[in-house]
């Protein structure tokens, strides 16, 4: 079945600094890939998504690119804020089909 | 973009008793809605998936006498945890969908119960 992978966490990084988190997957057929960020206390919010092979997703300064042949959507940005400390989940979807998340990363950004 | 909302957003209850969470689409139809349950620090683990109108379809492992899911309409949805006991205090999220495309999808606030 589908599957995806997520470093783990807690991620602890400065203000200002480049921020990735990987992601893999496993899938039989084309899913589409996202990215959805949970703030403390607060359900999921759609950061950034992409729909095929080689779309980039992007949003705040967020983006990430969907890499068919390394089944990988990894999430970048280039100067993390304090505000950006949350939890990151990686989640894919075939269409039709329910989300398949990840075990989701714990971002603290310090000022 | 599209508005889930849930009801309430926190509930303390004691062991025993039941307890209603709402999940309701606010300006589209859902023609399937999700529940999801999170434990802390962890993903989110799909519950049941329900369609307006038809008996809820739940995962492996997930016991559908104590989750009752009820789907009447198609804006709103509802989970009742029955004779709810400690082990059953979580974080559940709703998302509701109005057609087959992912980005149909819409995630609830979610909602935090703990059972004393």
């Known amino acids: 079945g589908n599957s995806v992978t997520q470093m783990e966490g807690p991620v602890t990084l400065s203000e200002e600094a480049f921020l990735t988190i990987n992601c893999t997957y496993t899938a039989t057929g084309y899913p589409s890939l996202f990215w959805y960020v949970q703030y403390p206390g607060e359900g999921l919010q759609l950061l950034l998504k992409?729909?095929?092979?080689?779309d980039k997703g992007s949003n705040k300064g967020f983006e990430a690119t969907y890499r068919k042949e390394t089944t990988s959507f990894h999430l970048e940005k280039g100067s993390v804020q304090v505000s950006d400390s949350a939890v990151y989940f990686c989640?894919?979807?075939?269409?039709?089909?329910?989300?398949?998340f990840g075990p989701g990363t714990r971002l603290s950004v310090l000022p | 973009g599209a508005v889930v909302s849930q009801h309430p957003s926190w509930v303390i209850c004691k062991s025993g008793t039941s307890v209603k969470i709402e999940c309701r689409s606010l300006d589209f139809q859902a023609t399937t809605m999700f529940w999801y349950r999170q434990f802390p620090k962890q993903s989110l683990m799909l519950m049941a998936t329900s369609n307006e109108g038809s008996k809820a379809t739940y995962e492996q492992g997930v016991e559908k006498d104590k989750f009752l899911i009820n789907h009447a309409s198609l804006t709103l949805s509802t989970l009742t945890v029955t004779s709810a006991h400690p082990e059953d205090s979580s974080f559940y999220i709703c998302?509701?969908?109005?057609?087959?495309?992912?980005?149909?999808?819409?995630f609830g606030p979610g909602t935090r119960l703990t059972v004393l």
């Open positions: 998302s509701a969908r109005w057609g087959l495309a992912t980005d149909t999808q819409y």
């Open positions: 992409a729909t095929k092979a080689d």
């Open positions: 989640a894919l979807s075939d269409y039709g089909q329910n989300f398949v």
